[in-house]
């Protein structure tokens, strides 16, 4: 569906809700060759440091690029994974059952001094 100009006619969100298009690259990526493309991919951008001479800056930088390239590789393998159901979540902090209910009090948990 690309638009005249080249412009994507749809999201990324949209893209996981269109059965059709989900399930074609699922069989893509889910290939021989689309496991290989993705496990080369991910080697070629294995995150290296750089030498303990660099300004810090420059291996942040330099580890940013890897974090970036490993981010867009998991975008591509989430594509062909439908979006999960918007299900609102109850604002209430009166849950029961909750941790918080079955922590010990503060006296339970200060430590006995013996003399």
């Not at 993705?38 to 001479?53: A, C, I, T, W």
């Not at 974090?67 to 867009?72: F, I, N, V």
């Not at 590789?73 to 009166?94: C, F």
Request: hydrophobic share 35%.
């Amino acid at each position: 569906m690309i638009t005249k100009g080249g412009n994507v006619g749809f999201s990324y969100e949209d893209f996981r809700r269109t059965d059709e298009l989900r399930m074609e690259w699922g069989r893509f990526i889910n290939s021989d060759i689309g496991k290989i493309v993705l496990r080369v991919m991910r080697e070629k951008y294995r995150p290296e440091d750089v030498p303990s001479n660099v300004d810090a800056l420059a291996s942040a930088r330099v580890l940013s690029q890897f974090h970036g390239a490993h981010s867009c590789l998991d975008d591509l393998e989430r594509l062909a994974m439908p979006l999960a159901p918007d299900i609102p979540i109850d604002a209430s902090y009166l849950a029961g059952e909750s941790d918080h209910e079955r922590m010990p009090s503060e006296t339970e948990t200060r430590g006995v001094i013996r003399p």
